[in-house]
């Protein structure tokens, strides 16, 4: 006889229906779980980067490049104007003191020392005749002095005998009167004499120093025409390396013209371009340093330009203790620049989280690594791989450093293993 079989009260699709529930009930109660309370967001550890709070040296620099250039460098101009005859030496010769480098010729400049010459013999050969000719005017004059002296020795002779005559009764009054008179006469003319040949002494002097000075002016003028003449041939004010000559054969050169330049071997100086924002920071005696190949090198600033120009301002930096084998002028050197003395102090990792935070807050990584929350910090000086902590950190924490750009406005991250 047929039997009622009884009917499953868990039936296939029973299960699956009450599955089914299960499975909403449990997605609205994750829902509400990571809506509720602080805003949620699930990230996965290896899409962020976790960074150590440490306590460590913190020195506050920039990153600068700076280009090496010569502790000196001279420039050549032409002192005289001229046509590029003759090229000594070229670019990149390491030249002597008063080496010729090349030779001008000025035809102009030639027919004026020529012509300055000419007058230095005229002016010598007419000094010569003058001087003859005074020689000759005291000569006369000295040979008037002792005409004179040997007139009046003679009237004094006269009459010193007509006047015992005289008194003696043996000549009369006549003969007497007249020698006295001719005596007189003959000291007077010595007289005159004399200051003639003093005057005229005093004149001879005057007239000579005269010439002697012109002549010295003309000569001093001959001079300078020929060192005008030489400096057609230029040379090297200095010694070192000569880094640029711009002058061809046949090329015409202005006075004044810039030729070249010489750079001083005796050292090297960097010259460094830092933007103007640091330029209330900057100054003598700051100190830099780079690495090349493998080795530390230290500079100091020597020099600041104050000049602002697209943005920056200049400063030449010199080497500290020793500068670096086989450097070349215009090699490019990264140089870390510090503008504060190394101090003891919180570090946090540079990160892309300060430009969505300001480094106002920061994600902080719970103990356990489940979760990462926001907290407000405050962040002081900063260099290219570290910001200083002053509050809301300490050695020890981990917080997110990467960027923020995602989490919008998101109070707590879920961290998640892969």
Same mark, same amino acid.
């Given at each position: 006889?047929?039997?009622?079989?009884?009917?499953?009260?868990?039936?296939?699709?029973?299960?699956?229906?009450?599955?089914?529930?299960?499975?909403?009930?449990?997605?609205?109660?994750?829902?509400?779980?990571?809506?509720?309370?602080?805003?949620?967001?699930?990230?996965?550890?290896?899409?962020?980067?976790?960074?150590?709070?440490?306590?460590?040296?913190?020195?506050?620099?920039?990153?600068?490049?700076?280009?090496?250039?010569?502790?000196?460098?001279?420039?050549?101009?032409?002192?005289?104007?001229?046509?590029?005859?003759?090229?000594?030496?070229?670019?990149?010769?390491?030249?002597?003191?008063?080496?010729?480098?090349?030779?001008?010729?000025?035809?102009?400049?030639?027919?004026?020392?020529?012509?300055?010459?000419?007058?230095?013999?005229?002016?010598?050969?007419?000094?010569?005749?003058?001087?003859?000719?005074?020689?000759?005017?005291?000569?006369?004059?000295?040979?008037?002095?002792?005409?004179?002296?040997?007139?009046?020795?003679?009237?004094?002779?006269?009459?010193?005998?007509?006047?015992?005559?005289?008194?003696?009764?043996?000549?009369?009054?006549?003969?007497?009167?007249?020698?006295?008179?001719?005596?007189?006469?003959?000291?007077?003319?010595?007289?005159?004499?004399?200051?003639?040949?003093?005057?005229?002494?005093?004149?001879?002097?005057?007239?000579?120093?005269?010439?002697?000075?012109?002549?010295?002016?003309?000569?001093?003028?001959?001079?300078?025409?020929?060192?005008?003449?030489?400096?057609?041939?230029?040379?090297?004010?200095?010694?070192?390396?000569?880094?640029?000559?711009?002058?061809?054969?046949?090329?015409?050169?202005?006075?004044?013209?810039?030729?070249?330049?010489?750079?001083?071997?005796? /050292?090297? &100086? *960097?010259?460094?371009?830092?933007? $103007?924002? +640091?330029?209330?920071?900057?100054?003598?005696? %700051? !100190?830099?340093?780079?690495?090349?190949?493998?080795?530390?090198?230290?500079?100091?600033?020597?020099?600041?330009?104050?000049?602002?120009?697209?943005?920056?301002?200049?400063?030449?930096?010199?080497?500290?203790?020793?500068?670096?084998?086989?450097?070349?002028?215009?090699?490019?050197?990264?140089?870390?620049?510090?503008?504060?003395?190394?101090?003891?102090?919180?570090?946090?990792?540079?990160?892309?989280?300060?430009?969505?935070?300001?480094?106002?807050?920061?994600?902080?990584?719970?103990?356990?690594?489940?979760?990462?929350?926001?907290?407000?910090?405050?962040?002081?000086?900063?260099?290219?791989?570290?910001?200083?902590?002053?509050?809301?950190?300490?050695? /020890?924490? &981990? *917080?997110?450093?990467?960027?923020? $750009?995602? +989490?919008?406005?998101?109070?707590?991250?879920? %961290? !998640?293993?892969?």
């Amino acid at each position: 006889m047929d039997r009622v079989i009884k009917k499953s009260k868990w039936s296939r699709k029973r299960l699956l229906t009450i599955g089914a529930v299960i499975a909403v009930l449990a997605l609205i109660a994750a829902s509400y779980y990571y809506t509720s309370g602080p805003n949620k967001l699930s990230v996965e550890t290896d899409r962020i980067t976790i960074s150590e709070i440490k306590k460590g040296a913190f020195q506050e620099f920039i990153p600068v490049n700076g280009v090496v250039l010569p502790v000196n460098t001279i420039y050549l101009d032409a002192i005289e104007g001229g046509r590029v005859e003759e090229k000594f030496v070229e670019d990149g010769a390491v030249v002597k003191k008063d080496q010729p480098l090349l030779r001008l010729t000025n035809t102009d400049l030639e027919l004026s020392l020529i012509n300055q010459e000419t007058s230095v013999f005229n002016l010598l050969t007419q000094m010569r005749i003058s001087g003859n000719a005074a020689q000759q005017n005291t000569i006369g004059k000295l040979n008037q002095v002792t005409d004179v002296d040997n007139s009046l020795t003679e009237a004094e002779r006269v009459y010193k005998l007509n006047k015992s005559l005289y008194a003696q009764k043996a000549i009369g009054s006549q003969e007497f009167q007249q020698s006295e008179n001719n005596y007189n006469y003959q000291l007077q003319k010595k007289k005159l004499t004399q200051q003639i040949l003093k005057q005229d002494s005093f004149s001879t002097r005057q007239e000579a120093d005269q010439a002697r000075q012109t002549f010295g002016r003309t000569q001093n003028a001959l001079q300078v025409m020929r060192r005008k003449v030489g400096d057609l041939i230029v040379r090297a004010p200095v010694e070192g390396q000569l880094t640029s000559l711009d002058a061809e054969i046949g090329q015409s050169k202005n006075k004044g013209e810039r030729l070249g330049q010489i750079d001083v071997l005796s /050292g090297f &100086k *960097v010259r460094v371009n830092i933007d $103007e924002h +640091y330029i209330s920071r900057i100054f003598t005696e %700051l !100190k830099g340093e780079f690495t090349l190949a493998g080795k530390d090198y230290k500079l100091k600033i020597k020099k600041v330009f104050t000049q602002v120009t697209n943005g920056s301002f200049q400063v030449d930096m010199e080497f500290i203790d020793s500068v670096p084998q086989g450097i070349r002028r215009g090699q490019t050197l990264q140089i870390r620049l510090a503008l504060s003395d190394e101090t003891q102090a919180v570090l946090i990792p540079r990160g892309g989280f300060f430009q969505q935070t300001g480094g106002n807050w920061i994600f902080k990584v719970t103990e356990d690594g489940s979760k990462a929350y926001k907290v407000d910090i405050q962040l002081g000086r900063q260099n290219p791989d570290y910001y200083e902590v002053l509050s809301g950190l300490k050695p /020890g924490d &981990k *917080v997110v450093t990467s960027s923020y $750009e995602n +989490y919008g406005t998101m109070q707590e991250l879920v %961290l !998640k293993k892969q």
